[in-house]
């Protein structure tokens, strides 16, 4: 069994900055990609920020400048820090990361969401 446990969602002002983090416990073999994807209401889940085990970063053009993706690959968690947020960052934001458990079997898992709001 793989799980990815998330933390550091909530209530921030605009211009505020948050950390959300994510671990990944369980039979895990290695872990190869994990990101960040948002989902806002009655929108469709985009891609936040992305990064490999060799630690290449990919961004979305909505956040590049203002959010940084990091992993401690010793921990198998990935962070994402958020500076310079603006209400429409609001969302939902999940992690996800693409692990071949320790039975061989690969698979893209998924955090259970946290709620990010920007709001004064």
């Known amino acids: 069994q793989v799980q990815l446990v998330e933390s550091g969602g909530g209530l921030v002002q605009p211009g505020g900055s948050l950390r959300l983090s994510c671990a990944a416990s369980?039979?895990?073999?290695?872990?190869?990609?994990m990101g960040w994807y948002r989902q806002a209401p009655g929108q469709q889940r985009e891609l936040g920020a992305a990064?490999?085990?060799?630690?290449?970063?990919n961004y979305a053009d909505s956040v590049k400048g203002r959010f940084t993706i990091s992993r401690d690959n010793a921990k198998n968690t990935v962070y994402l820090q958020m500076n310079s947020l603006k209400p429409e960052d609001t969302a939902v934001y999940y992690c996800?990361?693409?692990?071949?458990?320790?039975?061989?079997?690969?698979?893209?898992?998924w955090g259970q969401g946290t709620q990010v709001t920007v709001s004064s």
């Open positions: 996800y990361a693409n692990i071949r458990s320790s039975g061989g079997s690969l698979y893209d898992y």
């Open positions: 990064i490999t085990s060799g630690g290449s970063t």
């Open positions: 369980g039979s895990i073999f290695a872990i190869y990609t």
